[in-house]
């Protein structure tokens, strides 16, 4: 039986043609000095360009090197949990591929699971590819988070490293709507805190724009917290409240002033518009939660392996929200 290796480190990769050889030879040079068996999980979530092509050249010249390819794109937190699912290192570090998680930090790591903890965090200090305003804007949200949720979030990303238990404790986590930073959270178990400075892209662009960041951060809010629900319900009792307040005030002026409102249609449409607005507000953010529920009661995997290369399938458990070549 082919013995397990020390460390697992588990890289999703969406259209990173450009980078992927400085990408294999800085986590090469890194492991190298490690002293540890290792593999390199590389997880292709159906990039159109010529990634599928380099990581299976790659799989090829190196044993170590274990890749799977998703038969679509299924999204950065799909194939943070299908490497997770695969891996079989003791431990297991999971990190982006553009090299602004810098692998030099993994012996940092390693020497604070050595020292016991189960989970090790990268910490953000600062993000040089981001504007200020966005940084701080990070910031405040996970700290919004921290105060809905009972749960600590800091300035991180998927940036970590797990031990054996954590993992198995992920993967039997039968949920499809993955936020895996706050899974983490929830899980508990001792955990320790590394800075680092994110360095700036050097190859390719951004994959997460606008409307990928809005989607994860929905995903954390609605996975973790009702917060929102019950937001929705005080802003519709403030809301009744004003307009409580309102009506007696026009009861009072139209007995008590000489002068009083002249009643017009201009008053009626800005309250229909008002009252329509906080209904649609209500409406979404419960549309949110039951968009969430609909995607668990249909049973649908989280993501599809296509093709593996390298990769032990007999040592391989099923997953519960995956489904394996």
């Keep these: 039986m082919e013995r397990k290796p020390d ?175 706050g899974l983490v959270q929830w899980v508990g178990f001792r955990k320790a805190y590394v800075s680092y400075a994110v360095d700036e892209r050097k190859f390719g662009v951004p994959k997460y724009n606008f409307q990928k960041l809005l989607k994860l951060v929905l995903s ?11 937001l929705a319900l005080w802003a519709g009792i403030l809301v009744f409240l004003a307009s409580f307040i309102f009506g007696v005030y026009v009861a009072i002026d139209h007995y008590v002033n000489p002068n009083p409102l002249i009643p017009g249609w201009a008053t009626v449409v800005i309250l229909i518009l008002f009252f329509s607005s906080i209904q649609l507000i209500v409406l979404g953010i419960v549309g949110e939660y039951l968009y969430k529920m609909f995607n668990e009661v249909k049973g649908r995997p989280l993501y599809i392996v296509a093709q593996t290369h390298n990769i032990d399938k007999a040592n391989t458990d099923a997953s519960a929200y995956g489904i394996h070549p």
């Excluded at 890749?67 to 949990?81: D, E, I």
């Excluded at 953000?124 to 990070?138: I, M, V």
């Design 220 to 230: 954390g809010v609605t996975s973790f917290s009702a917060f929102p629900l019950r």
């Design 7 to 181: 460390l697992s480190i588990v890289v999703p990769l969406f259209n990173e043609e450009e980078g992927i050889p400085a990408l294999l030879a800085e986590l090469k040079r890194v492991t190298s000095m490690l002293g540890r068996s290792y593999e390199i999980v590389l997880i292709d979530d159906g990039s159109t360009d010529a990634t599928a092509q380099l990581l299976e050249q790659a799989s090829q010249t190196d044993q170590n090197i274990k890749v799977l390819r998703f038969s679509r794109n299924f999204g950065h937190q799909a194939a943070f949990s299908a490497g997770i699912d695969f891996a079989q290192g003791q431990m297991v570090i999971t990190m982006d591929g553009d090299l602004q998680h810098p692998p030099a930090m993994l012996p940092t790591f390693l020497a604070k699971a050595d020292e016991g903890y189960d989970i090790v965090i990268g910490e953000r200090l600062a993000n040089k590819q981001n504007s200020k305003k966005r940084e701080l804007a990070n910031k405040w949200f996970y700290k919004f988070l921290t105060l809905i949720t009972n749960l600590e979030f800091r300035n991180v990303s998927d940036f970590a490293l797990y031990n054996r238990s954590v993992v198995a404790v992920l993967k039997r986590l039968p949920e499809k709507e993955r936020y895996l930073r």
